[in-house]
């Protein structure tokens, strides 16, 4: 999910007119720089990334409000990661098929439809309750991994490296990274595979990536409980 956030701020900050519809601090801060320089088309970009991912938030919170016990929240889990797939396909084909960004009647759409799936998957990832791990923003993944390390140095024991679990921050971190540089790498240079498969091209990244998710979501339930051998820990 973290690569997909990845993916998609670096399609939305490059195609869609300099607006991050993942990162909202980063919206928020181009949303004062456009305020402060008079720039009204671009702030409107910016409210639409807004408005769209408080969109995806509040769908994504009904649907685990409607589903209170565990194994419905679960298939909650699940629907909002189909809803964001869909959403996601919806945006590479919009792209793809249509005029996509160059068209100013389909930009707001491709950053609205962003948003919207970009916000959902914000409450999924704050549902699954990893401290730290958030996958569209990282700040304060950042600072749970320096204040986690600065905690493991003082206190090498067991109760140190618990309290100061870094693993699953650090690995959210460079997942989001390591989505970014690959956009940013196709975008440049890209290759015989989107060469040839323009279907299966940047704005469709995302997509395969939350798809991926949703597979080792569904390869999991397919176990059931009682072949599960352990959970995961807190961190690694």
Not at 6 to 35: H, K, P, W
Not at 52 to 78: D, E, N, Q, Y
Not at 127 to 148: D, M, N, Q, R, S
Request: hydrophobic letters at 55%; one cysteine or more; glycine letters at 14%.
């Amino acid at each position: 999910m973290s690569a997909a956030s990845g993916c998609m701020d670096i399609l939305s900050y490059r195609q869609l007119g300099e607006v991050f519809t993942s990162a909202m601090t980063g919206n928020a801060a181009l949303l004062g720089l456009d305020i402060g320089q008079g720039n009204l088309l671009a702030t409107s970009r910016n409210l639409a990334a807004f408005a769209g991912f408080v969109i995806g938030l509040a769908l994504g919170a009904a649907l685990l409000r409607l589903c209170r016990a565990a194994a419905a929240r679960s298939r909650a889990m699940t629907l909002i990661l189909l809803a964001e797939e869909a959403l996601l396909v919806a945006f590479a084909a919009l792209w793809h098929f249509g005029a996509g960004p160059s068209s100013d009647r389909l930009l707001y759409g491709l950053i609205g439809i962003s948003a919207v799936a970009m916000g959902m998957q914000s409450v999924a990832a704050h549902h699954i309750g990893f401290p730290g791990v958030t996958t569209t923003y990282f700040t304060g993944t950042l600072t749970k991994i320096v204040v986690g390390a600065i905690g493991r140095l003082a206190s090498p024991s067991a109760e140190g490296r618990t309290a100061g679990g870094i693993g699953w921050p650090v690995s959210a971190l460079l997942a989001y990274v390591t989505g970014a540089a690959l956009t940013g790498l196709l975008e440049s240079r890209p290759g015989p595979i989107l060469a040839a498969a323009p279907a299966l091209g940047l704005p469709a990244l995302p997509a395969i990536l939350i798809a991926i998710v949703l597979l080792i979501g569904l390869a999991e339930a397919a176990l059931g409980p009682g072949r599960r051998t352990r959970e995961l820990p807190p961190g690694p």
